[in-house]
């Protein structure tokens, strides 16, 4: 097992500070179901001011935001990946953060797991778990 990594980096928590359209938050997993949290994070998100690039390869819109079918269609730059999605695809969507050169991600609950946290803690990038962004975005 490897070692985990910190669950709460303070440069990609700190992300969230800056509120308003500057700051651009990729969110995979959007979805258009008002019941998910991939439809409850975009509209949080937005409301707060920042720029939100919902990720779904099957809506063209969510929220009344244009979608993108994976983060390489997504306009740049992108501050901070939301990942939304079970842990299986978050490992394929850690490998395109990866390959794509993006610096901070953000897991929420419930899509990550053990295979996931080995992923990052051996990733090229930093990453927040074990916290969700509609509650750090309060502060």
Known sequence: MTE??????????????????????????????????????????????????PINPKEATICGLT????????????HLVNVVTPPRITLKVLEQVAALGLDHVWLQDGSYDGAVLDYIA????????????MVVSNY
Request: net charge positive; aromatic share 6%; charged share 25%.
């Open 4 to 53: 985990r990594p910190d669950p709460h980096p303070q440069d990609v928590m700190d992300i969230l500070k800056h509120k308003g359209p500057e700051t651009r938050i990729a969110v995979v997993g959007a979805s258009n179901n008002p019941q998910k949290y991939g439809n409850i994070i975009v509209d949080n998100l937005s409301k707060k001011g920042y720029t939100i690039l």
């Open 122 to 133: 051996q990733a090229p990038f930093k990453t927040v778990y074990d916290a969700c962004t």
């Open 67 to 78: 979608a993108y079918p994976s983060l390489a269609d997504a306009e740049r730059p992108i």
